[in-house]
T-cell receptor, first 116, second 115 residues
Framework: EAQVTQNPRYLITVTGKKLTVTCSQNMNHEYMSWYRQDPGLGLRQIYYSMNVEATDKGDVPEGYKVSRKEKRNFPLILESPSPNQTSLYFC???????????????FGPGTRLTVL | AQKITQTQPGMFVQEKEAVTLDCTYDTSDPSYGLFWYKQPSSGEMIFLIYQGSYDQQNATEGRYSLNFQKARKSANLVISASQLGDSAMYFCAMRERNTGNQFYFGTGTSLTVIP
């Protein structure tokens, strides 16, 4: 089954304790991305990756790191989490834009993070 | 400037009626794709419909259709014959093809279907 998986699904942590949210896709997609969703703000892109070893900042990259060492994996790292990073996080993947409905993103189930 | 604007934070519709969710976009790229996603209360993001910038006809997928007005840069989602299960958040999004690097999302519209 084609899917994007994220772990953990729920996480409560404390300020300053480093954490990693994993993301993996089995569709051989080149493009992967991380978003955060906050009430009233929609989805905002944190980082994206066009392929292995190719990452770039989205709209809200501060406080986050990513890496893309393998095509299928795109972990999100919070080196020193703060309460303002409490949010719902989505990982997504897609093929390159060729024009058509297949350009859509496939989303993981989301990770609800609470930083105390 | 906002790339995607959804001006309706919340909408109500009577069951079996049609409803239009508004979306305007901003781009100078002549080649782009527009997407609508549904997010039910369970949280997952569900792809609904796609419209390409060069598509001559409005996209349709079952009860969903996209009212694409290119000159006005609008891509409104029309849901016909609303059902209780349509109650959800709806997001409009855009992907510019020449960059292809970023998806831009609107802030969403919360739709409630009233029995």
């Amino acid at each position: 089954e084609a899917q994007v998986t994220q772990n953990p699904r729920y996480l409560i942590t404390v300020t300053g304790k480093k954490l990693t949210v994993t993301c993996s896709q089995n569709m051989n997609h080149e493009y992967m991305s991380w978003y955060r969703q906050d009430p009233g703000l929609g989805l905002r892109q944190i980082y994206y990756s066009m392929n292995v070893e190719a990452t770039d900042k989205g709209d809200v990259p501060e406080g986050y790191k990513v890496s893309r060492k393998e095509k299928r994996n795109f972990p999100l790292i919070l080196e020193s989490p703060s309460p303002n990073q409490t949010s719902l996080y989505f990982c997504a993947s897609s093929p390159p834009p060729l024009g058509g409905a297949a350009d859509t993103q496939y989303f993981g189930p989301g990770t609800r993070l609470t930083v105390l | 400037a906002q790339k995607i604007t959804q001006t309706q934070p919340g909408m109500f519709v009577q069951e079996k009626e049609a409803v239009t969710l508004d979306c305007t976009y901003d781009t100078s790229d002549p080649s782009y794709g527009l997407f609508w996603y549904k997010q039910p209360s369970s949280g997952e993001m569900i792809f609904l419909i796609y419209q390409g910038s060069y598509d001559q006809q409005n996209a349709t997928e079952g009860r969903y259709s996209l009212n694409f007005q290119k000159a006005r840069k609008s891509a409104n989602l029309v849901i016909s014959a609303s059902q209780l299960g349509d109650s959800a958040m709806y997001f409009c999004a855009m992907r510019e093809r020449n960059t292809g690097n970023q998806f831009y999302f609107g802030t969403g519209t919360s739709l409630t279907v009233i029995p």
